[in-house]
């Protein structure tokens, strides 16, 4: 522990000996230190920036992009940005749990952020989220099952795993909300580093009939996009938006709104709301996930469907609507969510009492 | 479910049948060549990066397979040259194959974790004109890329070269009995340095088609250890290329099979994506069986794992 306390100390000290001193502006000064992938990454970083932006424009507020190299230099970023004086920095990923909660330890007044991570709280000064992913699940299945010319549609899954299971259960979920009788098919790869599989698995899909795969699988994803592309049928991407990895043949991307979270916690500081400590969910309502429109995927969705969508989020919000999250499902529970719906098989035995 | 299964368990046993052709050749020549998967990722982004800058799937190919041979020239030299341990030697081409490749997809490609484009051009996919038409058959043999045709007729050229050939007969003593080979005056490290630089050959053709013709992408560690695979195949079958295709397609079609049966007779997933890998671990200890009989037998027999 003291060792690194002292190198955040030393990171800090060598940093406001070097640090170039903040320039003078009224409005807050942000700090968003990238995950891994960086800036240019089409994915997480790039919408965080999008955020920042956004709240450039609504609050004056300045930002700067912090890119560490490596997971290993998480924590001296850190602690860096931590010494110059930002109103609040936020960080992305897993991987900067443990980084974030050491450096926050060690500056108890800072403000810090963490977009998309766990339901633990870090620390009395940080605010974290979690994304909702089985709502945005629940959203994609809804329009897939809306889109869908064979009534079958098809999921394909990485390992056939809990976390996955959560994103299979909200889809299962929408597309039987929007057509009770739409037939879904349930697959698990069991990698998620093997886009040629992720092809054959979604070949097999569209052999049975599936128009429409949700790939939530990783590297293998690719593969299943790459299946739509040569099947002429269509995938859902996920996480970040997909759509440009094949025009035509992504027919939209369940996205975690990174940006939305990022920019609220800015806002938060802004008007003195801020409150460490707390971990805020972000589903449909929040604003926290979406079906990705752009230019890539314009008219593959008819107009009525995503009108659709803004019912779906009253709904929820007026709690008409609870899509249910595989967790809390119960070994051998018959019906889940409001309004309650049949347990798919596979996930009704899937817990172990 | 018709006959698409088939279609799949062909072009599932394709990137397997062309690396195990490698293996078989190294296998043959004494050296138990793990490196395969390292060879193999690296031909697949030289084709991507290469077809995506130029546009050709030519031009692709050959650099896929030049950098695939480059690679096993370093893994012979590591070996063969320096006498470092083929397994440590090829431990470090599989990790250096995959950090490599991951840190060029960042740095020229710009992508972090999986690129593809639609500048990208991909094999097509060939309709034999009569044989389409035909059912089962049509399936088997209609509808691949030229490299699937290429991955099967590589298989007696392979077992000509081996068995039929001046040169595959010295590379088969160099393997069974090196002292032996060096005492009628065979140069051994040359015909090894030899059989690495094919295995890197036929390693080339494997990341090709993973990558510009299975799918038109790279992802990073994408071979998902499909050279293991066809290490195991090699073992079964104790290097005759004949059977090591047999095996190959085995898997093939074990896994085509265990990707459609889930749906079909609602067992679980997990239970029948252990099919591929229950049928190659039983080839493994039929073969443990058979080899130690054998050996028992002919006590003469040994193979050099070292």
Redo the contacts between chains.
Sequence with gaps: MFKVGLKIAIAAFSMLALAPVAPAFAGLKIAMVTS???L??R?FNDMMVEGMKKAEKDFGATYVVIQPRAVSEFQSALARAAGQGFDIIIGSSFDMIAPMKAVAAAFPKQKFGLVDVGPDPLGPNVVSTVTKDWEGSFLVGYIAAKTTKTGTIGFVGGK?IPIIHRFFVGYYYGAKMAKPDVKV?E??T??F?????G???T??NV??GADINFAVA??????V???A?SSKTFAIGVDSNQNY???GSVLTSMVKRVDTQAYDMIKSVSDGTFKGGVVKYYGLAENGVAAAMDQYNKGLIADNVLADVDGLKAKMLAGAIVVPNYFDLKPGQKEMGTPPMATPPSVMNAKAP | ??F?ILN?AV??AT?LIFAAMGGVVTYQAGMLNIALDGFMIVAAFTAIATAYLTGSLTIALIGAIVASVLLAALMAVFNIRLRANIFIAGTAIIFLGNSLTALLLKGVL?Q???F?S?RIPNFPVIRVPVVDGIPVLGALLSGHTILVYVAYLSVPLVAWSLYRTRWGLRLRVVGEAPEAAAAVGIDVDKIKFQAMLISGLFCGFAGAY?SLA????F????T?ERGLIALAAIFFARGNPYRTALVAVLFGGA??LS??L??VTGLA??LL?LIPYVVTVLALVIVGWRTTRARNRYGAWRFDLG
């Design positions: 891994e992938s960086g240019g990454d994915s056939d098919i697959t698990y069991g990698s580093n093997d886009p040629a599989g092809k054959e698995f070949l097999s052999g049975q990783g590297a293998t994803s690719a593969g996009i790459d299946a592309k990895m094949a025009p | 479910m018709d698409d799949s072009r599932i990137p710009g972090d974790g999986v593809t639609d993973l299975y799918v038109t992408l992802a990073r560690e994408m998902a896994t085509a990707v459609r889930p749906q997933p997990q994506q």
